[in-house]
């Protein structure tokens, strides 16, 4: 998620947790907390697909953010009163603060390595967009009435209400997924592709639209379920990926680190002999944010390159396809 939503859910477990005496300090420490597994963006790891896919790594791992959550702890009980006067609640609050960085991220279609060092691909539950005001505003709310009121009865209740809120929209993305994912079980089983690997996820900012991308022999299907329309099918469109190069591709680290990432949720296409790779779980038809030049064609297998990332921009009316197509066909 934004590291306005991790800010605020940090601050909020830790205002929650902290006794009344310290809850603006906790709402500041949580709120740090709560961002600093995002500071591994500040490493170059050397090139494009590694930064991009080691994100999200280490230091998102519950496999090392317990220990450390532990090992802050102890420090600051030694070197900070606060800690020392209420450990045990103090302990809460690091811990919260920490934990629910990664498990929050786990929830976008990004993916989070949640049990680094292992090498289980990145969980990807992809029931919220990075970006939900629906989610982000009630622990706003909370953590701005907390910091005003900190000793009151109203500033946690408000951190309390916030965290509720937040926690039930969560729980809605989860409903409207298994209500979307058995439209579009309905929808494939009648073009006789029930088995196919399917990733579904919300479109921008709203958990009423979502996307369903289909993987298939000769590419993929993309379609598009609104919560608020009746549809008895969904509309696929088919779009071509040339999944042979994709496959005499996968002795290139790059290629098999980037299947590995997205599950194989790739749209591969050759452009001058370099192989073009498109994460299809974070974009839609023909805009993607992650699209990576992963491979060059040698004589006769396919080399490794310097990867590169291709540029992106927002269009508009990818934006305004949403709206509209949450209201209407």
């Not at 370099?274 to 023909?286: H, K, V, Y």
Request: glycine share 6%.
């Amino acid at each position: 998620m934004d590291s306005l939503s991790q800010a605020v859910l940090g601050a909020s477990v830790a205002g929650v947790c902290a006794p009344a005496g310290h809850r603006r300090r906790a709402l500041v420490a949580g709120a740090m907390l709560g961002t600093l597994p995002d500071l591994d963006v500040l490493i170059d790891y050397g090139d494009a697909v590694r930064n991009f896919t080691y994100h999200r790594g280490f230091s998102h791992s519950l496999l090392v953010l317990s220990p450390f959550s532990i090992a802050l702890w102890l420090l600051l009980r030694r070197w900070w009163s606060p800690v020392r006067d209420a450990p045990l609640r103090w302990l809460a609050a690091i811990s919260l603060a920490l934990l629910t960085h990664p498990l929050l991220d786990a929830h976008t279609a990004y993916g989070t390595q949640l049990f680094w060092p292992l090498t289980t691909p990145p969980t990807m539950w992809a029931t919220l967009f990075i970006i939900d005001p629906a989610y982000t505003l009630p622990l706003l709310a909370g953590t701005v009435v907390a910091a005003v009121r900190p000793r009151g009865a109203w500033g946690l209740c408000a951190l309390r209400a916030g965290i509720a809120l937040s926690t039930l929209y969560v729980g809605w993305s989860w409903a409207a997924q298994t209500i979307v994912a058995q439209h579009a079980g309905d929808t494939l089983a009648k073009i006789q592709l029930r088995d196919a690997p399917v990733f579904i996820t919300p479109t921008p900012f709203n958990t009423l639209l979502w996307r369903i991308v289909v993987l298939t022999g000769d590419g993929y299907l993309e379609g598009f379920d609104s919560l608020l329309l009746d549809d008895n099918t969904i509309r696929f469109e088919a779009y071509e990926s040339d999944h042979a190069a994709l496959n005499a591709a996968n002795d290139v680290w790059a290629v098999a680190r980037l299947r590995w990432f997205a599950s194989d949720f790739l749209k591969t296409e050759i452009d001058a002999d370099r192989l073009i790779l498109s994460d299809l779980r974070m974009g839609q038809e023909p805009f993607y944010v992650f699209t990576h030049i992963a491979a060059a064609q040698g004589n006769p297998h396919w080399k490794s390159i310097p990867t590169e990332l291709v540029p992106f921009a927002v269009e508009n009316r990818a934006l305004s396809g949403v709206w509209t197509r949450i209201w209407r066909e």
